[in-house]
């Protein structure tokens, strides 16, 4: 429409600029959708840059003769109306402009096509991030220690043929956290406070579970209302510490810190009693790997998982961008 009002205008002749862009408009397309759908594919897409040229150049020879046999034949004699001199058909220079145009219309159009077709890869790049996270949510859900359900119903069912107080309040607890577990996290993100009252539950049901044997401290510093972090996180890592520290030992120390930093990373220390007597390093590295995995597909390479075991101590750091 914008060749056939430019040069209507400009001849003062509208049949003619609708014939003329009916026969070069569409003999464009045609080569246009040539490279995108078959040349670039099979050669460009392939790494065959050689081939591609051959067979770019034939087409390029084709679109020309058929275009000035068809503006020759239905349009006008003159085959090059717009120069200001008169040019003879398979001339070098009507070549060389011709070849110009096709060269112009295929370069915009595969333009289009490759943008188009990246946005939606990175589209569908994105949708498939978002189902591997779900997926490994799912599966993280399913790792929650069965054993820790099957113990705390256990210690449940003791609690209640003893009539002890305790056990209204650990069912209470342990409902909340299997509902938080199994039904309230659906995205990749959760809220900060949420993911914090949670280990919370966890660690009163472990209290409830061992006593006196569990010293439990947490420092928070500066404001996390607002913080979302990816769900179920820290309880993996509060998890290991029973798995890891409790056995044998008289008592487990954890000591856990939030921090907001001012750069807009959220800092989480770790510190928490271990026991030599059941080092498993094959299983905790799967932890950690899992958890780096996990990780890196929400935040790529911008955060930080250390963790080391000294003096019977296990120490882990994780900062992660929160803004």
């Not at 209290?207 to 309880?235: A, S, Y």
Request: overall charge neutral; aromatic content about 14%; proline content about 2%.
């Amino acid at each position: 429409m914008l060749n056939f009002i430019r040069w209507g205008s400009y001849y003062e002749d509208y049949w003619y600029s609708f014939k003329s862009n009916l026969v070069t408009v569409t003999l464009g397309m045609m080569l246009a959708y040539v490279n995108i759908y078959f040349l670039y594919p099979k050669f460009i897409l392939k790494k065959k840059y050689v081939e591609y040229v051959i067979y770019f150049m034939i087409a390029l020879f084709i679109f020309y003769a058929v275009r000035t046999e068809l503006i020759y034949l239905l349009i006008n004699e003159n085959v090059w109306p717009e120069s200001q001199t008169l040019q003879r058909a398979y001339s070098f220079n009507h070549i060389t402009v011709v070849f110009l145009i096709g060269i112009y219309d295929v370069a915009l159009i595969t333009t289009i096509k490759i943008t188009a077709d990246w946005i939606l890869e990175r589209k569908r790049t994105e949708e498939l991030q978002e189902i591997q996270l779900r997926t490994e949510l799912n599966f993280l859900k399913s790792q929650i220690q069965p054993h820790f359900f099957f113990n705390t119903l256990n210690n449940l069912y003791a609690l209640a043929m003893e009539k002890s107080d305790d056990a209204p309040r650990l069912i209470i607890k342990l409902s909340d956290l299997m509902q938080y577990v199994l039904y309230e996290v659906n995205t990749s993100k959760a809220s900060l406070l949420d993911e914090i009252n949670h280990l919370n539950n966890y660690i009163d049901i472990e209290h409830i579970r061992f006593k006196d044997r569990i010293e439990f401290e947490m420092d928070i510093t500066g404001k996390i209302e607002d913080i979302e972090v990816p769900p179920l996180l820290f309880l993996t890592f509060i998890e290991n510490c029973f798995k890891h520290g409790l056995k044998e030992r008289d008592k487990i120390k954890i000591r856990m810190c939030f921090k907001e930093t001012n750069d807009g990373y959220l800092e989480f220390k770790l510190a928490n009693s271990f026991n030599p007597n059941i080092n498993d390093d094959h299983k905790i590295g799967i932890g950690l790997k899992n958890t780096e995995r996990r990780l890196s597909l929400l935040f790529d390479k911008n955060f930080t998982l250390k963790s080391n075991i000294k003096n019977d101590v296990y120490n882990l750091f994780l900062k992660i961008p929160v803004k």
